[in-house]
């Protein structure tokens, strides 16, 4: 599976828009680009995920160049509550294929 | 949809004894479930994969005998900590993917069970 690097920590401002950046410069074609947070003392939740084209939800929007190389998860107006540890993986589709296999994440800290 | 549930949330054990967590997907059936282990200030490392009626597969390094995980049905996962000691005592995470339709290959994840060994 391909590896990912992410920046250790972040902060940023209550209300203002978060911009997390991963880079999976080692991705196969096949792979998806996968986001979950896990608040402390918490099971991981999932965010999004996404192939090529961008994806949106309710929670957050996933910009993935256009070489797939790298990608960033956006929380549009981040809150107190959105403080987490934030993990991106990359790994093929299908049930049966690899688990999720967490890095080191980064660490985002909301300020008032 | 897609809850996954883990019980006990937080359980404290004497050194020696066994600790048994089950896992349940709530509202779909898994046929695959996940272990993980977190210690403080750590990410999540991945300690064996469960597929319902056949035997846990371990990640290196994890001891088979001390780690039991049996997956009985295709709602319940259970991980046992044999003879558990004070370095056993971690966060312990499972996850369940699900078997029918829904996204590709995408995992839940349950809340967590704190263990503490004294």
């Known amino acids: 599976d391909a590896k990912t690097t992410q920046p250790p920590s972040m902060d940023c401002a209550e209300g203002r828009a978060a911009n997390l950046p991963c880079n999976h410069s080692?991705?196969?074609?096949?792979?998806?680009v996968y986001w979950y947070r896990q608040i402390h003392s918490q099971g991981p939740q999932y965010i999004i995920h996404?192939?090529?084209n961008n994806e949106t939800n309710e929670m957050a929007s996933l910009i993935i160049t256009e070489d797939r190389k790298s990608s960033t998860l956006i929380l549009p107006h981040a809150t107190l509550r959105d403080t987490a540890v934030y993990y991106c993986?990359?790994?093929?589709?299908?049930?049966?294929?690899?688990?999720?296999?967490f890095g080191a994440g980064t660490r985002l800290t909301v300020k008032p | 949809g897609a809850v996954v549930s883990q019980h006990p949330s937080w359980v404290i054990c004497k050194s020696g004894t066994s600790v048994k967590i089950e896992c349940r997907s709530l509202?779909?059936?898994?046929?695959?479930m996940f272990w993980y282990r977190q210690f403080p200030k750590q990410s999540l490392m991945l300690m064996a994969t469960?597929?319902?009626?056949?035997?846990?597969?371990?990640e290196q390094g994890v001891e088979k005998d001390k780690f039991l995980i049996n997956h009985a049905s295709l709602t319940l996962s259970t991980l046992t900590v044999t003879s558990a000691h004070p370095e056993d005592s971690s966060f312990y995470i499972c996850?369940?993917?699900?078997?029918?339709?829904?996204?590709?290959?995408?995992?839940?994840f349950g809340p967590g069970t704190r263990l503490t060994v004294l």
């Open positions: 080692t991705i196969s074609g096949n792979e998806y």
């Open positions: 996850s369940a993917r699900r078997g029918a339709s829904g996204r590709l290959g995408e995992q839940f």
């Open positions: 509202d779909f059936q898994a046929t695959t």
């Open positions: 993986i990359v790994r093929p589709p299908g049930y049966n294929n690899n688990d999720m296999r």
């Open positions: 996404g192939l090529k």
């Open positions: 469960s597929n319902e009626g056949s035997k846990a597969t371990y």
